[in-house]
């Protein structure tokens, strides 16, 4: 399974953004998958998580009620749809796949397939 993570940009504080996780491969559709962040000087955040069938879905407390994430199975994609954007935002931005096809996971050693990332900078 290969993970590509997109549309990150710069943009100012209190917009918008929606980031895509395109896969490759059968697999990923079986699987809880996920999106952490890490910030300079910082370790690898959870931001959410959604289970393989996308009914359930878990967030990091400083985001939310502002990200919203979900999948389309069909088209082998996860999205991170992120509103109210803040400075504290600004990192890179990874997609996972679990190593289960159920339940959300918040930790790091839960997913065991990693994409490239995305830069979302927020200014204040």
């Known amino acids: 399974v290969q993970l590509q993570a997109s549309g990150g940009g710069s943009v100012q504080s209190g917009d918008s953004l929606r980031l895509s996780c395109a896969a490759s491969?059968?697999?990923?559709?079986?699987?809880?998958a996920g999106w952490f962040r890490q910030a300079p000087g910082k370790g690898r955040e959870f931001v959410a998580s959604?289970?393989?069938?996308?009914?359930?879905?878990s967030y990091a407390d400083s985001v939310k009620g502002r990200f919203t994430v979900s999948r389309d199975n069909a088209k082998n994609t996860m999205l991170l749809l992120m509103n109210s954007l803040k400075a504290e935002d600004t990192a890179v931005y990874y997609c996972?796949?679990?190593?289960?096809?159920?339940?959300?996971?918040?930790?790091?050693?839960?997913?065991?397939?990693w994409g490239r990332g995305t830069q979302v900078t927020v200014s204040s």
């Open positions: 491969g059968r697999t990923f559709s079986r699987y809880s």
């Open positions: 996972a796949q679990a190593r289960y096809p159920t339940g959300t996971y918040n930790r790091t050693y839960n997913y065991q397939h």
């Open positions: 959604i289970s393989s069938d996308g009914a359930r879905t």
